[in-house]
């Protein structure tokens, strides 16, 4: 995926023509994504790397580029307040493809995009799952469907072969649905659509443990959910502390 954002002029030109200039050059193009930039960067400089051990290339060109600062992890999650504002925000949707798409994402933890990106022809209803032919980790996955996802799912209209088709039968940009809904459910305009997600996580993994969790979000590692989807508040922390002492007493039961 980040090898195939390289610019088209790569395409044609040898490896060691391909310069420090040229790498910083288009990595400058990217500041205003400069996580994405970061990904780029790596994933090209492991290619690179491998490049100049099997002595295919004097040196590595991406070694001279610096990264760009990130910020810590988003943290954000809903309380069960926004929960139940959210859903019901989502259900008094008058679009029925975008009010299906969020709560697809609701109902399974998926991110939104793939849940506007669902193909009927991806669903099997009678098994209870929905398979991603290419998300993200560009490996195909499984989403595992609740009952109950299931019996709205079938009441969905039919209008194409996505399941929250845009005007015109073309995927739809969820944002401005995301903010329709957002302002409905009375949520801070910062709410973003990957929060959900991150409180499903958090949600699963307080029920069921951070493996499960993993398992759910479809993550490469349990290290990906922990840093990124299990944001511990005061209250968590300091009941946690508060079972320590008496735990090293032998009070605890």
């Given at each position: 995926y980040h090898l195939s954002r390289c610019p088209k002029s790569w395409d044609s030109r040898q490896l060691d023509a391909i310069l420090e200039a040229d790498v910083a050059a288009f990595f400058a193009k990217q500041r205003?994504?400069?996580i994405l930039a970061n990904r780029w960067r790596a994933h090209l400089s492991g290619c690179l790397g491998a490049a100049?051990?099997?002595?295919?290339i004097p040196a590595n060109p991406v070694e001279g580029v610096g990264r760009y600062p990130e910020n810590a992890p988003r943290s954000r999650t809903l309380s069960p307040e926004e929960l139940g504002r959210l859903r019901a925000a989502i259900l008094s949707e008058p679009d029925a493809g975008v009010s299906a798409a969020f709560r697809l994402q609701l109902e399974t933890g998926c991110r939104a995009g793939e849940a506007f990106a669902a193909r009927w022809e991806d669903f099997d209803l009678d098994a209870g799952i929905w398979r991603?032919?290419?998300?993200?980790?560009?490996?195909?996955?499984?989403?595992?469907?609740?009952?109950?996802?299931?019996?709205?799912?079938?009441?969905?209209?039919?209008?194409?072969?996505l399941l929250a088709p845009g005007p015109k039968g073309e995927r739809p940009s969820f944002l401005y649905a995301w903010r329709r809904i957002r302002a409905a459910a009375e949520l801070d305009p910062d709410v973003r659509t990957h929060d959900v997600r991150r409180t499903v996580g958090l949600l699963i993994a307080r029920a069921a443990g951070i493996q499960m969790a993993s398992r759910v979000l479809r993550h490469s590692s349990v290290a990906i959910t922990a840093k990124h989807y299990l944001p511990l508040d005061e209250r968590e922390i300091r009941g946690a502390i508060a079972g320590l002492l008496p735990a090293m007493s032998g009070e605890a039961k």
């Open positions: 205003k994504t400069p100049r051990r099997r002595g295919l991603l032919p290419s998300p993200k980790s560009g490996t195909p996955q499984v989403v595992f469907l609740h009952p109950e996802t299931v019996t709205w799912l079938r009441a969905v209209p039919v209008v194409g072969p």
